[in-house]
């Protein structure tokens, strides 16, 4: 049973369009939200095993803004990077080309696994006005508060690969596996917002092309993080972290702030790695104040 959308009344308020656009020598799917004529757009890279209704939490806050939100290459309705390996050069090179053909001089945004590519693509020359991370990777994961986990994660991404394809493909599917991840990461004790995020989960985590993209992007999210690149990277950024993430603890945002050229951290308390789900008003209102115009006038 699918449980209430507690974000539904201001999602069906927002105006959205499907389209589609080649890139990197595939169809890369994206949905528009929002008004054309906004002052302000910003590209949102989802997560990984994500895809992009996961964001759209966030986005219904940010009314007046215009959000562009693809699906990353192999997950959701955009299919894998034809002849390439999905390593950090193959998800720069794509969010590159998608944001300089789509949107160009857009406010890049990044949660999670998608705060290392947009971190990356910036680094390496995307333009944009201002950078937002929201959950960022800012420490190895397999050095995090919960890096016996990760270690176990990876032996069941690697069981996933090796296993026969059928096998595998029904271990990285599995939704006992999947609930075991969104338990792990929820922290809210409102019983009906843990029911959505779970049924989010269930409804959208397993939504990736094979489990060959799947195991290449595990490995590249657990292979980088936002702490290479935060040095090259000269545009405002805003960082949105939780105090109770697992997978980077504050206190290494903290640290992570303080290798950018310009930068503000933002920490919400009582929520861990689902910001986007959990405290979307609290992580759009930053938003909101950091691409206002009154902001960019003052820095």
Known sequence: MTAPNPYADL?????VE???????????????????????????????????HGLEPVVAHLAGI????????????TPPLPGREHDLA????????????????????????????????VAGGLATPRLILINPIGAPALEGPRGILTRL???YYWAGARLPRALGD???RNGAVVRVMSVSMAKTKDADLRR???????????????????????????????????PEIAVPTLLVAAQRDDITPIEAQRRLVTLFADAELVEIPDVGHLIHYETPQVAADAIRRFVAPSARDTR
Not at 11 to 15: K, N
Not at 197 to 211: E, G, L, P, W
Not at 219 to 229: C, E, G, I, M, Y
């Open 66 to 77: 215009r959000i562009i939100s693809p699906d990353l290459p192999g997950f959701g309705e």
């Open 153 to 155: 994660a990876v032996f």
């Open 11 to 15: 999602l069906e308020a927002t105006p």
């Open 90 to 121: 193959a998800f720069v090179d794509w969010l590159t080309d998608f944001a300089s053909t789509v949107a160009p001089g857009a406010v890049i945004l990044g949660h999670s696994f998608g705060s290392i590519v947009a971190a990356a693509a």
């Open 170 to 172: 029904a271990l990285l």
């Open 196 to 230: 959505f995020v779970h049924d989010q989960h269930d409804t959208y985590f397993s939504r990736f092309a094979d489990r060959d993209v799947l195991r290449e992007s595990f490995v590249t999210s657990v292979s980088n993080d936002v702490r290479a690149s935060a």
């Open 18 to 52: 499907r389209r589609e656009v080649e890139v990197q020598g595939a169809l890369t799917a994206y949905w528009v939200y929002g008004p054309a004529d906004a002052e302000t757009t910003i590209v949102a890279v989802h997560g990984f095993r994500g895809e992009h």
